[in-house]
């Protein structure tokens, strides 16, 4: 008997929405380097809830010849040759992160992953850019479509900067923790989920599948 399709799939048209953060040493993906890496899964309980599951992350070795803006170090707190990062080379980061990635799509009967991020295009930029340098075959996400959370979060509540978005959303944000890659995910992740969520509550879909 062929498996059907679970609910998660069915909610966003086979798509299974990830949620990424990159951190990175400037605004450029093609030569500034991704320094950074960490995504969150979701699943959907029995009652059609959307809820995360553990981050995922890494810490990344600059890709040979990579450029660094000393004012994107500053705003990150990152340093890039702190030997305590334990920074992997971009295809292990890249592999660590796709691994889980597939794996859920695969049990929850999706056909490709699809990014979610705050201001997601920069996200999908750098993995994208990062994918392309690693000439990595099977990118479990899709190519050039994905979820902002700001764009969302400006909708539902009138904010668009995460730490705003979350404090309007009463999700707790601690700015001395912002600015890592694996704190700023959950913070969306759990965003991302409460706007889904509530918009189930209030009568959007679905009104009667599950």
Known sequence: MTDQPRPLAERFRGFLPVIVDVETGGFDNRRDALLEIAAVTLRMTDDGLLVPEPVVACNVQPFPGANLEASALAFTGINP??????????????????????????????KRAILVGHNAFFDLGFVRA???????????????????????????????VLA??????????????????????????????????RWKELGGWPPSSL
């Not at 702190?82 to 920074?87: K, S």
């Not at 994918?131 to 009138?158: E, N, W």
């Open 81 to 110: 040759d702190d030997p305590a990062r334990n920074a992997v080379p971009e295809a292990e980061a890249l592999a660590a992160i796709f691994q889980p990635v597939r794996q859920r799509v695969r049990e929850e009967g999706c």
């Open 130 to 160: 990062a994918v392309d340098r690693c000439a990595i075959k099977r990118d479990p996400f899709h190519p050039f479509s994905c979820f902002d959370t700001a764009t969302l979060a400006g909708l539902a509540y009138g904010q668009t």
């Open 164 to 197: 705003k978005a979350c404090e309007a959303a009463g999700i707790p944000f601690d700015n001395a923790h912002a600015h890592s890659a694996a704190y700023d995910a959950e913070r969306t992740a759990e965003l991302f989920c409460g706007i889904v969520n």
